[in-house]
């Protein structure tokens, strides 16, 4: 399957991206080989194989969400450098 130079230009002006001509000449060859070489799997016979996510058999291992009591305000702002009306007070960055 060949992208065409049209395709690449239109799909970076989707994702907002300012290619050069080199760049996108570049990005033309890579795609096109990329669905060329993914045309092959059209060849082989998936018919009997089950579609899957994952390869291994996964459970979520993760305990239920339990609501709990949080951590008092006191306690959580013991250790902080400097805070103010109960919050931790941190210098400006943007002005």
Do not use: C, F
């Amino acid at each position: 399957m060949k992208i065409t130079k049209k395709e690449v230009e239109h799909v970076a002006k989707l994702g907002r991206l300012e290619l050069s001509d080199q760049e996108t000449d570049k990005l033309t060859s890579q795609l096109s080989n990329i669905l060329t070489y993914v045309e092959k799997l059209n060849e082989l016979d998936t018919k009997s194989i089950e579609p899957t996510a994952h390869i291994l058999d996964i459970k979520n291992v993760m305990r239920d969400d339990v609501a709990m009591p949080s951590l008092p305000q006191e306690k959580a702002l013991a250790n902080a450098p400097d805070k103010a009306a109960g919050h931790y007070k941190v210098p400006k960055i943007i002005e």
